[in-house]
């Protein structure tokens, strides 16, 4: 059903959305990185117990550069509420994930976030909203990530009040880039099996199959998490600093147990991904990480 023709785009780009804080502790990331995968197949991994453990008497265990996506959903509690734009949210699906690191994550830490609405566009049968969060050190006030999160509303297009389609971003496209496979073999290939998610698409039947899907999915976000793990391991030697910023296309849904393998390219000042179901040869996610002081000899 499409959004109700009151709907006034140039308001929904005009709102301001409140400043929001949360912390977090040590524990939080522990969980998140075995949530993706850390120490999975390997309890005592080199590469992985930093995030989970101190290892070898560290002050503090280190934390995942994606750990920084949960922070577009502790900026806005209430969730995508745009003024005017009503949409089912079970018809909600994720469509990319834009990363940017500026400084490692601190293990625990408060965090200050500010939120605008970035992009608004009228795909007819959908609207599509881009969300920017940028999240700061309370202490310090020291900028530690941007989140550029896209949002694909199935049923919430049709206002353009012109013939043109309504269609509205505030940050050039090239800063979100576009991801070519190349046709060459990958640099690696690494295997992950995937765990549950709270949400209720990913555990409600009935939620799942008023989305459209045979059985409750995993969130895209936790794929990524996988990836960028596989990334770090396997071309960073371990080194999750090196990640300087994160970008993922989610191109198809994931069921519980299906076996993700991430493929990567060294390209430029960075490493292009895919990630594919292994079980049915489908391409589920695909981006680039821009990595700091890329050399030869990674």
Known sequence: MAVSSEFDPSLALSHKFPDTS????????ALYALGVGACAWDAVDSDELKYVYHENGQEFIKVLPTFAALFT???????????????????????????ELYKPLPSNCHVNHKVCLAGLHDKAKA????????????ESGDLLSVNRTTVYL?????????????????????????VKIPENKPFSALVYRLSGDYNP????????????FSQPILH???TLGFAVRAIIKCICKGDQDKIKSISGRFLLHVYPGETLVT?????????????????????????????RGLTSSL
């Not at 698409?201 to 459209?212: E, N, Q, T, W, Y």
């Open 201 to 212: 698409l990913h555990s409600d039947p009935m939620i799942a199959k008023v989305a459209g």
């Open 73 to 99: 959903f502790n900026s806005m509690p209430n969730g995508f509420v745009i003024p005017g734009l009503e949409y089912d949210p079970r018809l909600l699906l994720h469509g990319q994930q834009y990363i």
């Open 263 to 291: 493929e990567m390219w060294l390209e430029g000042s960075g490493v292009i991904y895919r990630t594919l179901v292994k079980e049915r040869k489908r391409t589920v996610l695909s981006g680039y990480v821009e990595l």
């Open 154 to 178: 199935r049923g919430a297009g049709g206002f353009s009040k012109s013939s043109k389609p309504f269609s509205y971003t505030n940050y050039p496209r090239n800063q979100v880039p576009t």
């Open 220 to 222: 895209g976000l936790c």
């Open 127 to 138: 609207a599509i909203l881009e969300f920017e969060t940028k999240s700061y050190e309370k």
């Open 22 to 29: 949360h912390s977090y502790t040590e524990r939080d990331a």
